[in-house]
């Protein structure tokens, strides 16, 4: 390890870990869905706005996540790869510098193809860097506050799509409001089911989560109920939406085998995790051939 701790591709590739690779979609994808669904149009503003919500803003979010939490990732044999990197401390410094860098010089350029037409996409932005922020750096650590917690995460992922119909120009409409509420609740329970795995290495480390707070298996039924409310909630959106709720099914069955897990138990629900990451990608893929086939309508 010490002699990898010099070499341009040993950090080069402990950054690009630190971004989570995996999850760089689930970012990305809510913007640029509800940008091109409110224009209709691909535009400079749509590859830049992706391409932040894609790289520079995972690296912010999950680099300071890895900076903040190595002693306790050190604890979590989760650790260490897709699901996280074990970052050495000689590498803090960078990470945290890449993920402000590319955020400022990405997000700048950004800024700039969204003009000031609409002032409340800047409000939208603030809120979606200061929840990447807040959710670990030391002082506020939402992370460590359960409930607000899987709120902060979920705002993660919805704020870009968020920040995508503003910048856009959308009409809120009952409809689109349900589809928000049900894309909140689907973060929210994604990341109380994934804080399940970690209730041993939290509570060893003095982590507070949501999962350390209510317990392992009434966490898991929180968020079944989540995920259900979720799919509830897109029946009242236009069609195709209602054929989204279908998509919750998927989730349930994935972690309805945990619903009686127990706390020292708890490490097993990793399984179900991976099968949640799995999921993410179908589900990716039959979203967008639902917008696909809302476009068309719309045509």
């Known amino acids: 390890m010490t002699e990898q701790l010099g070499t341009v591709s040993w950090k080069t590739r402990q950054v690009v870990l630190s971004s989570r690779p995996l999850s760089w979609i689930n970012t990305a994808f809510p913007f640029a869905a509800a940008y091109v669904v409110t224009t209709g149009r691909i535009d400079a503003l749509l590859i830049v706005g992706t391409l932040f919500f894609l790289i520079p803003y995972n690296l912010l979010m999950y680099g300071i996540n890895d900076v903040f939490d190595y002693e306790s990732d050190l604890r979590n044999p989760r650790k ?10 000689a590498l803090h410094h960078l990470v945290i510098g890449a993920g402000v860098v590319n955020v400022g010089l990405v997000g700048a350029a950004m800024l700039v193809l969204a003009g000031a037409e609409h002032p409340l996409s800047w409000v939208v932005l603030a809120g979606s860097l200061f929840a990447v922020v807040a959710y670990s750096v030391r002082g506020l650590r939402f992370k460590e506050r359960p409930i607000l917690d899987s709120i ?6 919805v704020s870009p799509a968020v920040y995508g119909l503003v910048v856009a120009g959308a009409t809120i409409t009952p409809g689109l409001l349900a589809l928000l509420a049900a894309f909140f609740l689907w973060g929210m329970a ?3 089911f994934g804080a399940v795995q970690d209730v041993e290495p939290d509570r060893h480390a003095g982590i507070a989560s949501i999962a350390t707070a209510l317990g392992a298996w009434p966490t898991v039924r929180l968020a079944i109920t989540f995920w259900a409310l979720a799919g509830l909630l897109m029946m009242f959106t236009p069609w195709p939406g209602p054929l989204a709720a279908l998509l919750v099914v998927p989730y349930i069955l994935a972690v309805r085998p945990f619903w009686t897990v127990s706390d020292a138990e708890s490490g097993r629900a990793n399984r179900g995790w991976k099968r949640f990451l799995r999921l993410n990608f ?13 476009i068309r309508l719309a045509a």
């Open 80 to 89: 260490g790869g897709a699901e996280g990197a074990l970052l050495h401390p």
């Open 152 to 157: 902060t995460s979920s705002t993660h992922f």
């Open 190 to 192: 994604s990341h109380a």
């Open 282 to 294: 179908l589900s990716g893929f039959l979203v967008t051939l639902l917008l696909l086939y809302s």
